[in-house]
């Protein structure tokens, strides 16, 4: 009976360690304990931005530079999209600094993003003195209510006792369970004031906060017994492999039970693109087997994803024929989109290898083949153009073909939103975990540029790449300033196709061709570069590509390259908006 | 199919967790028929009653939103007949009425109404139950002049629970969390220097 000893066995209770070997309480300003908590949590990189309602922090910070890194973005947003990208490309909390007011309602849109797409971070923001709050002081905004809805917790901080506990709590929840961003609102007067320092005592437990429902044995049986009657299962898997650290465990199960498996946008990466059972992407743009078989497996088996509608279609249609098995860490998402016939609640790090013991050693060789049927389809309808293509123009697809080979699969690659997001998540190739870094629940343009920024610190040995449309880019192009003061080694490269061009092909299909307001105009984005001091060039023709894309991945620190792509392309296959997944279009 | 169904929440003790549950239903437009905070059984540990009509599987489906929240420590939903609820109500009506017209006095009997205040213009009379019987008494002091009318949120007691000592020894590995800080600030403006 391995398997019971395996779920009761309970975490080790680890005994709260005290970091800081006080014998002495030592008296220290509130701004000290934040800086103290930081070092005790092992953070290294502080994305942020001073302001007045900051600024003891940030006077305390002047006494730490040797042991945080601080990196002065261009603006907050840039700066929380920056701790994204570091937490994402790292696995650990990702760390940001903003002032009150304005610098703090700024952060909204990044921890909306980093709510969906379950990104760990700890946001500290400056607030007016205590005994202003609530008379409309200067830079004074109800930070707290404002950002409920968008945060995993929050809590506003008007005592600096409170600091070391609260900050503890912050890290806590921030990265465990489903990890979400957490934001801590500190008065000015209780960064100023002083008080005994007893030492940080991390936070092991919080009463009313469960981190990971307790795995229950029956349904771990009951899905392995689906699985193992299953004469056509199917693996759809999403970010909560990679957040569960857990990617080993996933390429055990699948090999074992001989299991097609499908991505979701933000579970590219988990496994290998070229692994013999990676069988595609799932969703709206996704490949065409995936989604079609979706509708024809018998047992759906879904690992740390959330049925997004974008990856569903139309729920009423999606997966009627199936029996769903459905593992996930929060409970909120078990039957909150598609019923589940078997719920498996918990940590897929836990549950995954108890699975993989209990299911048969098969391969499916004929419902294998029938996915790589339809891949010879999409191949023919729509890559083999998209990849190769006859035409004078470049198309987006042989940019990331040309860069795949340069690579190798070896870079992180972070996306902004829109076509080429699409188009690089469905040609890219990736051989590491924590290589694929965008924005997919919230679909922030102007993501990916300070993004790409935090993941350079997040892995500071691998090569990152910003792929950006023209949209995207100059809503955040400000954080050019953040690369060229840092020296930030980032490759920017944008796919100017002199539309927004999501947008506009959505209004071809859908609106008659009424082009409204997406026909953007783009700056010469070489000599805005050249104006932050950071190289580049621009690109239109193929017999250039190649060697441009070289130049670029070569090049020693920051370059951006601006690849000019066809006006009018379109992604396909596409499952239009309230279609069936069985019903997705290939032209 | 919608129906009533009470909603029973037990929470830490937090400065702005009421706006944390309440935004879990506006988000989805879902319209709160009463909301009522206030302790439990147990020392520390708060209480929320809400009252929402709706099907149950949206009411599941908020239920493990709420649990979700990191003070919230249990959501529980049930239906009417799980429960044994009370509303209580206020009524003020004229003293005048009252003595000259025998029939209100009579009513107010029968309605099991119970006089809390009797001033020489108004008098206030005070009825507990369920919301037919509140409403019943609203109907009949109509013609005698009602001049306000109160009612209160829902209370509930639910049927089958034994009570959530149990369930908090499981949540309790540790001493209960801290108690709250508020703004000790506000009323000492004078005294702090600010920029």
Known sequence: MEIIDIIEKKEPKEKATTVKNITEPVSISGSQAVLEAFIAEGVETIFGYPGGAIMPIYDALYDYHDKLKHILVRHEQGGIHAGQGYARASGKTGVVFATSGPGATNLVTGLADAMIDSTP??????????????????????????????????????????????????????????????????TKNAQLQKFDYEGYIKCTHIRSYRPKPIVRKKYVEEAAKLINEAKKPFVIFGQGVILGKAEKEFKAFIE??????????????????DHPQNVGMLGMHGNYGPNVLTNECDVLIAVGMRFDDRVTGRLDKYAKQAKVIHLDIDPAEIDKNVKSTVPVWGDCKETLPLLTQLIEAKQHTEWMAKFKEFTQKEIEVVIKNELNPTGDELTMGEVIKLLNELTNGDAIIVTDVGQHQMVACRYAKFNETKSNITSGGAGTMGFALPAAIGAKFGAPNRAVIA?????????????????????????????????????????????????????????????????????GQRVDERANLKAALKTMVDHNGAYLLEVMVGKENNVFPMVPQGCSVAEIRLS | MKQEFTITVYTENQIGLLNRIAIIFSRRKINIDSMNTSPSEIEGIHRFTIVIDETEEVVRKVCRQIEKQVEVLKAYFNTNDEVVWQEMALYKVSTDEIVEKVKVERLLRECGARAIAIRKDF?????????????????????????????????????????????????????????????????????????
Request: with cysteine; glycine share 8%; charged share 20%.
């Open chain 2, 123 to 195: 008098t206030v009379f005070e009825t507990t139950g369920h919301r037919e019987e509140t409403n019943k008494l609203i109907k009949a002091l109509e013609p005698f002049g009602l001049i306000e009318f109160v009612r209160s949120a829902r209370i509930a007691i639910i049927k089958e629970s034994h009570g959530f000592h149990e369930k908090l020894k499981e949540f309790e590995q540790k001493e209960p969390s801290e108690d709250v800080i508020e703004n000790e600030f506000l009323n000492q403006q004078e005294e702090v220097f600010s920029m």
């Open chain 1, 467 to 535: 792929i950006i449309g023209d949209g995207g880019v100059q809503m955040t192009i400000q954080e050019l300033g953040t690369i060229m003061q840092t020296g930030t080694d980032v490759k920017i490269l944008i796919l100017n196709n002199q539309f927004l061009g999501m947008v506009r092909q959505w209004q071809q299909l859908f609106h008659d061709k009424r082009y409204s307001f997406v026909d953007i105009e783009s700056p010469d984005y070489v000599q805005v570069a050249k104006g932050y001091r950071i190289e």
């Open chain 1, 121 to 186: 971070l700890v946001c500290i923001t400056g607030q007016v003195y205590a005994h202003l709050l609530g008379t409309d002081a200067f830079q004074e905004v109800d930070v707290i209510n404002i950002t409920t809805p968008v945060t995993k917790w929050n809590y506003q901080v008007t005592d600096a006792t409170e600091i070391p506990s609260v900050l503890a709590k912050a890290f806590y929840i921030a990265g465990t369970g489903r990890p979400g961003p957490v934001l801590i609102d500190i």
């Open chain 1, 256 to 273: 074992k039970g001989g299991l097609p498996a499908a991505w979701t946008l933000l579970g590219l990466s988990a496994l290998p693109t």
